[in-house]
Structure formats: C-alpha cells, structure tokens
C-alpha cells in the first residue's frame, strides 16, 4: 500500500512539474512574440548606421545612445530632468482625474448638467491645449503652474468625454432590474452606474496618462530650465545628438511604464469583466 502512495506521489509530481514547464514555454514564447518586431527594431536601429543606410551623425547606433542615456543616469542629469517632468504630468493628471471624474458622471447622469455645460465642453475640448499655451504662459508665468494646468487641461477632455460615455451607454437592462428591486436614485448610481461604466472611464484615464507626458514635453521646450522637454531641445540644440535621442527613448519608457501600470490597476478594479470575458 506505502509503495502504491509513493508511486501515486511520485506521478503527481512529475505531472506538476511538467505542467510549470509548460507554462513557462508558454511565457517565454508569448513574451517572445510580443517582443520579436522591437528587437528587429533595435537590431535594424544598430546596423542601419554601421553600414551606412542612414547618417550616423543624425542617427547613431542604439548602442552608442544606451552608452549616453547610461552617462546621463550616472551624472543625475537624467534622474533631475525626469523627476521634473514626472512631478508636472502627475500632479496634472492627478487634479484633471479628481475634477473631470465626477463632473463627467455628473453630466452623464443628470439630465439639467449635461444641458447646461455640454455647449462649453464641446467648444473647449476643440481648442487643442498646445494651442492655448502661450495664454496659460501670459497668465500664470513660465513657473510651475502654468504646466501643471496645461496638463491638466490636456488631460481633462478624455477622461470627461470617456466618463459621460460609460455612464450613458450603462446596459438599460442593469438599471431597470436594479429598479425592479426597490434601489433609490443614489444607490442605483453607487452600485450599478459607477461600477458599470468603470471599464470606459480607465480608457479615458489611459488616454489622459498619455496626454499627460506628450502635452508635457511640448511645454517644456517653450519655457523651462527642467524636464525632459528641455533635455531634448538643449541637447538638439547642443548638437548632443546621442543625449537627444536618450531623452526620447526615456520619455517612450516613462509612457509604456504608465501604461502599464493603469492597465493593471484597471483588471484589479474589473476583475468581473476580465473573468467574464475569459
């Protein structure tokens, strides 16, 4: 009987350890799908110049750029530039999500809101925001202010469109059934049109993340001594062509990284919806 259990043991751990093998060759080949275009990329990005496709002097190796994004890291000059940037985008997404979140709910939920602010939303979210930054410069000065609200504005149209969106394209059928079952106005709103219309208001919120940093960087090449913006112009400027290219390779990052990040904060709060669609 011990040596039945043993062989029992023994082959339900083979079969578990098969299985993590299998996994990881899944990993590995889904991790090298999605990676294979980016190192042709690169590879293309190293030779190209080396052979003399492209003007090295305008278009350098990767490697000579990794070499001047490491000297850039090690001198403090590319830690000071981007926590510069980064303090101007977060503080201005930050405030455009606290203030165009409820506004949008407010306006896609309440009939008399919309009616009165949709025909200033829809004359403001057409004035492209870098076209209105030498106003936010006259009034608020080069300092940090005037970028922080540039940020802000950029960032406000897409999570208030998304959000009046999510909450007026809410299933008919959710709301009339949690009616059906005696919910007020507010909790009907509390547990079935915020939790509904989440999905859409992380798009917005994606798309204001990546206005975040491009409005951003823009602003920083008009007026500022700080930030990647003005890392990228100085050094183009400069004629710094290898320290030009690592600010923009740094920018792409920081981008994919936030990406990244609200991605995975959106499956944590809609974990229905990603089990449901599996």
Not at 140 to 148: A, C, H, I, P, R
Not at 248 to 260: A, K, M, P, R
């Given at each position: 009987m011990a040596s039945v259990n043993a062989g029992k043991a023994l082959?339900?751990?083979?079969?578990?350890?098969?299985?993590?093998?299998?996994?990881?060759?899944?990993?590995l080949r889904k991790a090298f799908k999605n990676s294979i275009v980016i190192i042709a990329l690169l590879l293309l990005w190293e030779f190209a110049p080396r052979l003399?496709?492209?003007?090295?002097?305008?278009?350098?190796?990767?490697?000579?750029?990794a070499t001047a994004w490491w000297q850039l890291l090690l001198s403090g000059d590319l830690g000071e530039h981007t926590t510069a940037s980064l303090s101007r985008s977060l503080g201005g997404f930050l405030l455009a999500i606290l203030l165009s979140i409820p506004l949008g709910l407010a306006i896609?939920?309440?009939?008399?809101?919309?009616?009165?602010l949709n025909p200033l939303l829809e004359l403001l979210r057409n004035t492209a925001a870098l076209a209105i930054l030498p106003v936010f410069i006259l009034l608020l000065?080069?300092?940090?202010?005037?970028?922080?609200?540039?940020?802000?504005?950029?960032?406000?149209?897409?999570?208030?469109?998304n959000t009046i969106s999510g909450v007026k394209n809410v299933d008919p059928l959710l709301?009339?059934?949690?009616?059906?079952?005696?919910?007020?106005?507010?909790q009907l709103f509390r547990k079935v049109i915020i939790p509904a219309a989440i999905p859409t208001i992380f798009v917005g919120i994606r798309q204001a993340g990546a206005s975040s940093i491009l409005v951003l960087v823009?602003?920083?090449?008009?007026?500022?001594?700080?930030?990647l913006g003005y890392l990228i112009q100085y050094t183009q400027f400069s004629f710094q062509i290898t320290n030009m290219?690592?600010?923009?390779?740094?920018?792409?990052?920081?981008?994919?990284?936030?990406?990244?990040?609200?991605?995975?904060?959106?499956?944590?709060?809609?974990?229905?919806?990603?089990?449901y669609s599996e």
């Amino acid at each position: 009987m011990a040596s039945v259990n043993a062989g029992k043991a023994l082959i339900l751990g083979r079969k578990e350890s098969f299985d993590a093998i299998g996994w990881i060759v899944t990993k590995l080949r889904k991790a090298f799908k999605n990676s294979i275009v980016i190192i042709a990329l690169l590879l293309l990005w190293e030779f190209a110049p080396r052979l003399g496709l492209v003007d090295a002097t305008f278009f350098p190796p990767i490697s000579e750029i990794a070499t001047a994004w490491w000297q850039l890291l090690l001198s403090g000059d590319l830690g000071e530039h981007t926590t510069a940037s980064l303090s101007r985008s977060l503080g201005g997404f930050l405030l455009a999500i606290l203030l165009s979140i409820p506004l949008g709910l407010a306006i896609g939920w309440w009939k008399p809101v919309s009616e009165y602010l949709n025909p200033l939303l829809e004359l403001l979210r057409n004035t492209a925001a870098l076209a209105i930054l030498p106003v936010f410069i006259l009034l608020l000065g080069l300092g940090e202010t005037s970028k922080v609200a540039i940020v802000l504005y950029a960032c406000a149209f897409p999570l208030l469109l998304n959000t009046i969106s999510g909450v007026k394209n809410v299933d008919p059928l959710l709301i009339k059934s949690a009616r059906s079952m005696g919910l007020s106005s507010i909790q009907l709103f509390r547990k079935v049109i915020i939790p509904a219309a989440i999905p859409t208001i992380f798009v917005g919120i994606r798309q204001a993340g990546a206005s975040s940093i491009l409005v951003l960087v823009a602003a920083e090449m008009v007026g500022a001594k700080s930030g990647l913006g003005y890392l990228i112009q100085y050094t183009q400027f400069s004629f710094q062509i290898t320290n030009m290219y690592a600010g923009i390779i740094s920018i792409s990052v920081i981008g994919v990284i936030i990406n990244f990040l609200l991605v995975t904060l959106e499956k944590r709060l809609t974990g229905w919806k990603q089990t449901y669609s599996e």
